[in-house]
């Protein structure tokens, strides 16, 4: 009974990877992303796309949802309990290039001017989290790519206090109608 009771401790604090990678051209208007379990075990992929109504998550290549864009502006109610996740590596990588080379030039040192700033504000909020950052330019050529790779670390005991979270809220919710 014993060995049973350090097992599910050792479950629930045992710390679990999520990473993620997306991926932006300009070309084809989707972002594509791959979300994976400590690097290694695919739990899901696909692209997602803008249109009128809002943004379609292509989950599969017979499966996709729909997300109108006034619902996306609720999802930051129901993503509160979600705060205890912590992201604790970014890469970011940014190719741009035009005809001009004075455009895309702009746009590096804006895309570092802002990176700069966020190293800098997440350094003294989190100092565990690593971000880099990487910029491309291009002359000649039109181009607009943006790579976002990021991983995310929690517990299942995390997950256990955000349904715990979300629960009480609809709790609260329900009795205060």
């Not at 790519?145 to 929690?154: I, T």
């Amino acid at each position: 009974m014993l060995t049973v009771i350090i097992i599910a401790v050792i479950l629930l604090i045992f710390p679990i990877f999520i990473s993620g990678q997306f991926y932006f051209n300009k070309n084809e208007i989707k972002i594509y992303y791959k979300i994976k379990l400590f690097k290694l075990i695919k739990i899901i992929d696909g692209y997602a796309e803008l249109l009128d109504d809002g943004i379609i998550l292509h989950l599969t290549k017979n499966r996709a949802v729909l997300l109108p864009y006034s619902n996306i502006f609720e999802i930051r109610k129901k993503v509160e309990p979600l705060k205890d996740y912590h992201l604790i590596t970014a890469s970011l990588t940014t190719n741009l290039g035009s005809k001009d080379v004075f455009m895309p030039s702009y746009a590096a040192f804006i895309v570092n001017y802002v990176y700069n700033y966020l190293k800098w504000f997440l350094h003294h909020k989190k100092p565990y989290f690593k971000f880099d950052n990487s910029v491309n330019v291009f002359v000649g050529a039109s181009i607009f790519e943006v790579k976002f790779d990021g991983v995310v670390v929690f517990n299942l005991l995390m997950v256990v206090l955000s349904l715990i979270k979300i629960l009480v809220g609809k709790v609260f919710y329900a009795i205060a109608k």
